[in-house]
């Protein structure tokens, strides 16, 4: 672990944590231990390692957001946008619209998943390795239990023999090791001790367990039938929450390692061809902006556009319930192709 005193952000740094941790701030926080013994130190390893951070700090646990409020609350505010005065509303139901790309012309793939947190266990980036199994345990007999098109099966990564892991990773089903900035936050520790993905028999729902968060509930397809994975994604989620104990707050929703990820800690998006808008990139933003919707890279976050294959997603997580934020990519993807169609 790198010590921290107050210059510990190197002058590259471009991260919100530098930008919102005053000397003041640093020094009534630095002494403060959540009831799991995570620190603000331990929360600003990857921001100090890696400069080109955007965020540059992790949460522990849940205690986390209201032992390092002073610098967590600036942070969401800047990043989220929003009014915290406002409790975060929670709406997750079955909804009902046609997709945006019936004739699958545009769009290549479509996925919706959520991070959800297990009450009474440290998060991944702080947790240790036999809270990890204990975790690993609990999550793996309720998803066992789940029947219908969720019914599926459980791979363990240091049990998984390696054809099968070989398999999924063709499929796209699984994860692989942190990145730098996962890995400077302890996400790593262990890897692939305590991981694994959990997939439904029709492969359209996955859970990754023990990646960036206790979970990631995941709904992909290669089709746009955007409500038709919302709807499979929504069930799942009301099923696992009827035997897991999620961490939610009233302000910030569900909790997230990443502050990023708090409130709905969902992101909704698709991979779609735009041959004519990747060469009109301003308008091609302006319509994204326009619809609370960004734009990342075909192989996702920090990654560049190749072939313009766009990963396109909702840009707002809290503040904004969940039905909302897929009706909002619903009309955003519309107007994309509505562009795209008159070009
Ligand atoms: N790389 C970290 C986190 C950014 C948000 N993405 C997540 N959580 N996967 C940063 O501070 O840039």
Known sequence: MVPVSFDLFSDASTSLVKQYLSAELFNQLKDK??????????????????PDSAIGIYAGDAQSYQCFSSIFIPIILHYHGVNLGKKHSTDIHLVDFQPPDPEGKYIRSSRVRVARNISGFS????????????????VVSVLSALGGDLKGSYCPFEHCESSQFKLLKQQQLT?????????AAGINADFPKGRGIFYS????????????????????????????LFNHLTKAILELEK????????????????????????????????EKLGQRKELL??????????????????????????????????????????TGLNEGLKALIDAEEKL
Not at 175 to 183: I, S, T
Not at 243 to 266: A, H, Q, W
Not at 305 to 317: G, T
């Open 33 to 50: 231990v959540t009831a799991t013994g995570f620190t603000l130190e331990k929360a600003l390893q990857s921001g100090i390692i890696n």
């Open 123 to 138: 998060f991944s980036n702080h947790i240790a390795l036999a809270e990890r199994y204990r975790l690993e345990k609990q």
């Open 175 to 183: 994860f692989e090791k942190g990145d730098r900035f996962q890995d």
């Open 201 to 228: 028999d029709d492969r359209r729902l996955r859970v990754w367990l023990n990646e960036e968060d206790h979970l990631r509930i995941i709904s992909q397809e290669t089709s746009a039938d955007l409500a038709g």
């Open 243 to 274: 035997k897991l104990p999620f961490v939610r707050d009233e302000r910030f929703g569900y909790l997230s390692s990443c502050p990023t990820n708090i409130g709905t800690s969902m992101r909704a998006g698709v991979h779609i061809q735009l």
């Open 285 to 326: 933003s302006s319509i994204t902006k326009g619809h609370d919707l960004q734009i990342r890279g075909t192989q996702g976050e920090k990654t560049r556009v190749e072939n313009n294959v766009f990963d396109i997603s909702n840009s707002r997580r809290l503040g904004i319930s969940e039905v909302d934020i897929i």
